[in-house]
């Protein structure tokens, strides 16, 4: 038996997982079905925003200079010289002692300056009286302000989510580069695992892993590849294995991680090189089983529904987002008071699932009802986890911690 059980911090774990994993290639798009994707290119702008001097508002486009000696009691009286709309062009150059009216949005007629807007002046027959004072390119969008030309605006590795969108058409961009989804194949692995809905032998249940991994896979902005359920027989395991390696970038199997005989992943990787077994001093979660099956990594998460899901949050998710081309991989995290004492069992890793709730800008936490790693309704009750580390105080109410929400 050629494969130890080794045993490494989260960290470390996490550390290995991620320097196993280079970002996938690219793709062009149609910027309308962006939502979501991660840049594989910086985006510069072609020209600067706005193009010319606008005007910020609704009112009159002047010389500021002419409205320098302005006051309540002597307002100054301009003629009114025309209108120009958002989208329209004056010809010309505005004479002094004369206003324009202009819209929202319109560039400014060459030679003003300034906009007052309408609810500062006062029309007098053809003219407008203006009773203040106000400094050069007052409600003004001036040229190059917003963005400079060749600037860049998005940044490689981040994600398009709608202001993106919107800043990708701003910039006469109909199609962005962006890097392809991962291929991610998901096995789940037990004897008595039986499929949704049907009937079962008893003491079979549903292979909800599975389920479970299909969204988490997705929500990590990656494709799902469903190989399946197999039984405890490593050869059929190896067999599925090969089957899904060609088309997957990243493989993941729940179950058979543990010690028992019966544990498939763990019995078929004592016998390859490859594929290393682990026991991780956390709490949910310890077994667990990484490497390469070829040249595609390869993670083999426990069976226990709440372990699978939080190993996955924890070690998996962020080694799926470099995978995706993100630069940002960590999940967010916030500091929460507990308003109801944590059970603390050990002075490990712990990941406790937690409720949060926010009142008045802070966030508070309480643990769910159940903190076993078999009872799956631990994680449908939760909004995150509370990540303590081994040196972390113990999360009684009144304190604060660090809580990761579920990612959706
Ligand atoms: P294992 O890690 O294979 O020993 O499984 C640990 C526990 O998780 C056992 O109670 C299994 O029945 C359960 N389990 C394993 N795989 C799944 C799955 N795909 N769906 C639901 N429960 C599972
Ligand atoms: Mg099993």
């Given at each position: 038996m050629r494969n130890r059980i080794l045993t490494i911090s989260p960290i470390t774990m996490k550390r290995r997982i991620l320097a196993a994993v280079r970002p996938v290639g690219s793709e062009w798009i149609p910027i309308e079905l962006s939502r979501g994707r991660i840049l594989?290119?910086?985006?510069?702008?072609?020209?600067?925003?706005p193009r010319m001097h606008c005007s910020a508002m609704d009112g009159y486009a002047v010389h500021h200079q002419d409205l320098r000696v302005a006051s309540r009691s002597k307002p100054i009286r301009l003629t009114v010289w025309g209108e120009i709309g958002a989208g329209e062009r004056m010809r010309g150059k505005l004479p002094a002692d004369h206003a324009a009216r202009i819209m929202t949005g319109a560039p400014l007629p060459s030679g003003a300056d300034c906009v007052v807007p309408l609810?500062?002046?006062?029309?007098?027959?053809?003219?407008?009286?203006?009773f203040e004072h106000a400094p050069r390119f007052n409600d003004v969008r001036q040229a190059g302000s917003e963005i400079g030309r060749n600037q860049i605006v998005l940044l490689g590795g981040s994600m398009i989510g709608p202001a993106q969108m919107a800043m990708l058409a701003f910039l006469d961009r109909p199609r962005v580069r962006v890097h392809r989804r991962p291929r991610v194949g998901i096995i789940s692995t037990g004897d008595?695992?039986?499929?949704?809905?049907?009937?079962?032998?008893?003491?079979?249940?549903?292979?909800?892993?599975?389920?479970?991994?299909l969204g988490l896979v997705e929500s990590a902005g990656c494709v799902p590849i469903d190989g399946g359920r197999v039984g405890?027989?490593?050869?059929?395991?190896?067999?599925?294995?090969?089957?899904?390696?060609?088309?997957?970038?990243?493989?993941?199997?729940?179950g058979g991680v543990s010690v028992g005989d019966r544990d498939v992943v763990k019995a078929l990787f004592h016998q390859k090189e490859a594929v290393n077994l682990y026991r991780l001093p956390i709490k949910p979660g310890k077994p667990q089983a990484f490497g390469r099956i070829g040249r595609t990594p390869f993670f083999g998460l426990p069976g226990n529904p709440v372990s699978a899901m939080a190993v996955f949050d924890l070690i998996v998710r962020p080694a799926l987002r470099k995978l995706a081309g993100a630069a940002n991989v960590e999940s967010p995290r916030w500091t929460a008071t507990v308003t109801r004492d944590f059970p603390r069992k050990t002075r490990q890793w712990e990941f406790p699932r937690a409720a949060a709730c926010e009142r008045g800008g802070h966030w508070f936490v309480s643990p769910v009802a159940s903190q076993k790693s078999s009872d799956l309704k631990s994680m449908t009750d939760a909004d995150g986890y509370v990540i303590l580390s081994p040196s972390s105080p113990p999360p009684v109410r009144g304190t604060d911690v660090v809580f990761m929400p579920l990612p959706t």
């Open positions: 594989a290119e910086s985006v510069r702008s072609r020209y600067p925003s609810e500062r002046i006062r029309l007098d027959g053809d003219d407008v009286l203006l008595e695992l039986g499929a949704v809905g049907q009937r079962r032998p008893y003491g079979h249940i549903p292979d909800s892993n599975r389920y479970g991994l405890d027989q490593p050869a059929i395991l190896w067999k599925r294995l090969m089957r899904i390696l060609p088309r997957a970038d990243f493989i993941i199997t729940s």
